[in-house]
């Protein structure tokens, strides 16, 4: 069976999963008229993005809309309107001490507030999550760092046919922080195991778990060819 | 043959990631830092105008920040956001972008010039490119600036509001008409 044009986007696309990736592989060392068709639609694909290119604009300066608002015409409008309602608002319940009037009140201090949001504390009852990760294109070498070691916790790795860094966290509620070559993954509510693909190109990876180095690998080779299958997060086990 | 690395895109988080344990400012703040730059790419490229574009870029997230707590697929969430808002900006404001529609293919390019020859070809190329998006439908025109601002089909499909098994026959076709236009303006690409 030939696979559409439509699959073999999503073959150079990099949108398939692993399983449909090694079998459109068996099948494009097999079949020269769907290797080429995967060919042209590569290279269209790549002339496409370099057209759109062409009408690109400077990236503005990363300024997160809630530390310098700035008036602009949409948002004029949208300050006007709250303005109206606003005045509205306090000329029909402006007696303090009623209900209405200490709702505004409240909404006035909040929009003044200089203070930041205080972070959510972790609640016992947060239900665990199901298999939730992050994804990242893969740097030269990487460092996955857990910020906490974790008797009886287990990550598996496994090298991926795509070019990316893949963590998930099964059965438990992490979060994600990502710097340069750095995925850091924060276990304090930990999750039951956790499953790393990586890409056979990469180049060094380390793997730390609280303050312990508990796996590195320094060469392209020893990744690919030697990639643990399971690692323990338990304190005091490096390898 | 060989398949190439997929366009360069920030890190994408996946369904049940974020847990009590990071806070919701952190997360936008991340969201923020990863995201905003492919929002922006696409709403310029729709639009043609990139203070526009930025203006409802950071309006979407201003938007998703009040809201307090992220959505299940933020990126498209976003996008779903900054459509509707040009949406209704366009309805709006249609003079002002009928002018701008004159203005957007006389604007330079991001490119340093490099002589009036190659000012003069670049001017002719985007306006061939922006000839050819506009004559494929808007949920194509759509789909394809998403995929090539790094969006993943997932988050396409999310977005338009389509299966995801049909975003890559979508991109097909899209990419089809948008060649087949883009020749019969400009002459067959490189």
Same mark, same amino acid.
């Given at each position: ?79 006007? /309107? ?27 201090? !909040? ?18 999550? !199901? ?11 990487? =460092? ?30 992490? /979060? ?14 930990? !999750? ?33 060819? /030697? ?13 | ?36 730059? %492919? ?16 203006? =409802? ?65 670049? !001017? ?56 087949? %236009? ?9």
């Amino acid at each position: 069976m030939h696979p559409s044009d439509a699959t073999l986007l999503a073959l150079v696309q990099g949108e398939l999963g692993r399983d449909e990736v090694a079998e459109l592989w068996t099948h494009l060392t097999q079949c020269d008229t769907c290797a080429a068709s995967a060919e042209k639609l590569r290279r269209g694909d790549e002339e496409m993005g370099r057209l759109l290119g062409v009408l690109d604009h400077p990236l503005p300066s990363l300024e997160p809309p809630m530390t310098t608002p700035r008036p602009r015409p949409l948002r004029r409008a949208a300050i006007a /309107a709250g303005a109206a309602l606003f005045a509205a608002g306090v000329a029909a319940a402006s007696v303090p001490g009623t209900p209405v009037y200490r709702w505004i009140r409240e909404r006035i201090e !909040a929009q003044h507030s200089e203070l930041p949001r205080p972070a959510r504390a972790p609640t016992s009852t947060a239900p665990a999550q !199901a298999a939730g990760g992050i994804e990242l294109p893969a740097p030269n070498a990487l =460092i996955v760092q857990f910020t906490a070691a974790q008797p009886g916790g287990v990550l598996t790795v496994a090298v991926g046919s795509r070019p990316v860094v893949s963590l998930r966290a099964f059965g438990g509620a992490v /979060a994600y922080r990502v710097g340069d070559g750095r995925l850091v993954v924060d276990n304090s509510h930990p !999750a039951d195991h956790y499953a790393l693909e990586i890409p056979a190109g990469l180049g060094r990876l380390t793997i730390t778990a609280g303050q312990q180095v508990i796996y590195r690998s320094d060469t392209a080779s020893t990744v690919r060819s /030697a990639a643990p299958d399971t690692i323990s997060l338990a304190p005091g086990s490096p390898r | 043959m060989s398949l190439d690395s997929p366009r360069e895109r920030g890190p994408r988080l996946l369904p049940g990631d974020i847990g009590p344990a990071s806070s919701f400012e952190e997360d936008f703040r991340a969201c923020y830092t990863a995201r905003f730059p %492919a929002l922006f790419r696409y709403l310029d490229r729709l639009t043609g105008d990139p203070d526009l574009a930025s203006d =409802i870029a950071q309006e979407a997230f201003t938007r998703l920040h009040r809201r307090g707590a992220m959505p299940d697929e933020p990126a498209a969430w976003l996008v779903v956001v900054a459509n509707n808002m040009l949406r209704d900006e366009r309805r709006r404001a249609s003079r002002r972008l009928r002018l701008l529609a004159d203005e957007r293919s006389r604007e330079p390019s991001a490119t340093p010039s490099s002589g009036p020859e190659a000012d003069l070809e670049r !001017a002719e190329q985007v306006r061939a490119v922006r000839a050819a998006l506009d004559s494929v439908s808007a949920r194509d025109r759509q789909a394809l600036l998403l995929r090539h601002s790094g969006y993943s089909y997932r988050e396409i499909a999310v977005a338009l509001h389509l299966a995801e098994t049909s975003v890559g026959t979508t991109l097909v076709r899209a990419a089809q008409a948008f060649r087949r %236009a883009f020749k019969e303006m400009h002459g067959a690409p490189e």
